[in-house]
């Protein structure tokens, strides 16, 4: 987990902070006397006057309001920390927000990783989305990478993260970095970090987010930077900007479809306020299916995210706009896609008249069945994390294909040897290793589009092909159960709580497998989480989230088909009572 320190500073009398990094524990540790100075030893060193100014206002109120004070104490309460291949943050002043003065120390360090790995001449593809400060820290990204001597492959502003992993692997590029914070919050942005041509090694590495050990050696680049106000800046070379990679990504995706009919699918679209409309419009125009309806309210760029209260298609009621006009359409597919458009939630029409929302897992099978299915595809290898549904691995067997289950996060599923298709039940999907090495939600919507037209055609739907798996490998029904928590030692106490006390048994079936995965385990690197089996064929994983305050359990039960009959009901009724028990058993609110 790479640590982005604060600025570094000469130690300060009495306080412990010393010249290169502030950890966490020395800040947290603070007296409320020491808060203010920190922060203006960090004011002095922000290279940007607007957050200047709001953390100076703060100090300012700081002696007088207690509600200012525990803001300041929030801002300053350590440095932020790599999480999911980046960083991810509030936008604000201070060393614990997302603002030009954390992005440019943590570029600094990412190009000082460069010239050592690589030597000079390293070439970076710098893209952003359209959240609050995204085109600042792309500008001082930019900067900090030119005066470096950096070759800067800028993007146009706004595009799609898939835009910039397409470019790092089209233009063989050294690194990529992406400017989004994807479907979190509106206060939030983040600083995501791919790694390609000469700073891996191997196809299967090249253009996918950064692990260890490169995380870490880029830590030690940023303990070593100066303050963020003494950083150079310079400004990149134009001719190096990449104007046309958006065009090239939109030529490629539109090629999985290969008719050259117009497409008879109808077709709802939502971006979800961000910045995948535009770029998959224009995909579904070159591939011809022009019959597309979009959420007006929601196709457009708005980093305030209005109609929604978390700009994620998984949360309940984020697709309530979509399905109302699917409905009044008679469209044939609802495609959601998230705010920086890798990721994609589809829904279908289903018998009885009504529309459901795909699960990411079921998402995941379908998709999986047409990439086992599709020879013209390279790699032998169907791949996603440990948390999603064990279907896939039924799928790639039956298909003579070979199956691998990973940590949780593409960092981890793209790097899969021979990988011909990977996801994760969170509703990302990589159907093309070869062009994007990550998660693609345009790259989805065309996949499916494909499949529902070559089901079309077998007179069959993607619900007939659910309950065809389901018949062949036995109904794999999976359920998410959260827990967000203001008190992140809450989530702590919950697993430590599971840890001591085991259930024996889930939903009247005998616990026969209980595993820390933090424990070596020749499969996979330890993570925080703890997976439970049962002999029902039952399977819980626990695990914090890596990127939101939050608990994830991951739920499936497994029931055999009888004859045509595909028990849904059985099994919803079944997740709702290991859905309680679970509840119980970590004694949290759901």
Not at 114 to 133: K, W
Not at 160 to 167: D, K, L, Q, R
Request: with cysteine.
């Amino acid at each position: 987990m790479l640590r982005l320190p604060a600025v570094g500073v000469p130690a300060m009398p009495g306080t412990g902070r010393f010249t290169g990094v502030s950890r966490v524990d020395s800040v947290v540790q603070m007296a409320d006397s020491e808060v203010v100075p920190a922060a203006r030893t960090w004011i002095r060193h922000d290279p940007d006057p607007r957050t200047r100014d709001e953390l100076t206002a703060l100090c300012a109120r700081a002696d007088t309001e207690p509600l200012a004070l525990a803001e300041l104490r929030s801002r300053m309460s350590g440095p932020l920390r790599f999480g999911t291949a980046g960083l991810r943050g509030a936008v604000g002043a201070g060393e614990s927000r997302m603002n030009v003065a954390v992005v440019t120390r943590a570029t600094a360090g990412l190009a000082a990783y460069l010239r050592e790995l690589v030597g000079p001449g390293a070439r970076v593809v710098v893209g952003c989305d359209a959240r609050h400060g995204s085109a600042e820290f792309a500008d001082a990204a930019c900067g900090v990478l030119a005066a470096a001597g950096v070759r800067v492959l800028a993007l146009p502003r706004g595009l799609p993260t898939p835009v910039t992993a397409f470019a790092v692997r089209a233009c063989d590029a050294d690194a990529g970095i992406m400017i989004t914070a994807s479907h979190n919050p509106p206060a939030d942005n983040g600083y995501k970090v791919y790694l390609g041509g000469r700073a891996v090694t191997g196809d299967d590495a090249r253009g996918v987010q950064i692990v260890a050990p490169a995380d870490t050696a880029i830590a030690a680049h940023i303990d070593a930077c100066v303050p963020a106000d003494q950083v150079p800046l310079a400004v990149p070379d134009p001719a190096d900007a990449l104007s046309g990679a958006g065009d090239d990504y939109i030529e490629h995706i539109a090629s999985y479809r290969t008719r050259a009919d117009s497409s008879s699918v109808r077709v709802v679209l939502t971006a979800m306020h961000g910045v995948g409309g535009d770029t998959a419009r224009q995909v579904l125009g070159r591939a011809r299916v022009d019959d597309v309806r979009v959420v007006a309210e929601q196709i457009d760029p708005d980093p305030e995210f209005p109609t929604v209260p978390f700009p994620n298609p998984e949360e309940p009621g984020a697709l309530d706009l979509s399905l109302r006009l699917a409905e009044s359409t008679e469209a044939d597919v609802v495609i959601a896609l998230d705010p920086d458009a890798d990721r994609c939630a589809v829904a279908i029409p289903v018998r009885g008249g009504r529309w459901r929302q795909l699960s990411g897992d079921e998402l995941g099978a379908v998709l999986g069945e047409q990439a086992a299915g599709d020879d013209s595809r390279a790699g032998d290898t169907l791949a996603c994390s440990i948390v999603s549904s064990r279907l896939l691995a039924g799928i790639a067997e039956h298909h003579g294909l070979r199956f691998r289950a990973s940590l949780t996060g593409f960092k981890w599923i793209a790097r899969t040897p021979g990988l011909r298709f990977g996801y994760e039940e969170a509703i990302g999907y990589c159907t093309d290793p070869g062009a994007v090495r990550d998660k693609d939600g345009i790259g989805t919507m065309m996949r499916v589009i494909t499949l529902i037209e070559s089901l079309r055609e077998q007179g069959k739907t993607i619900e007939d092909l659910l309950d065809d798996l389901a018949r062949r490998h036995g109904l794999h029904a999976t359920a998410p159960l959260s827990f967000r928590v203001e008190d992140t030692t809450l989530i702590a106490a919950a697993m430590d709580r599971l840890r001591t006390t085991r259930p024996e048994s889930l939903a009247g079936a005998a616990v026969t497998e209980w595993r820390d995965l933090s424990a070596p385990n020749p499969d996979l690197p330890p993570t925080e989480g703890l997976l439970i089996s049962t002999d029902a064929g039952d399977r819980v994983i626990v695990r914090p989230s890596g990127t939101e305050p939050k608990l994830k359990c991951y739920l499936e039960v497994i029931l055999p088909c009888t004859g045509d009959i595909v028990p849904r009901e059985q099994a919803q009724a079944r997740l709702a009572t290991i859905t309680a028990e679970m509840t119980q058993h970590l004694g949290l609110a759901g």
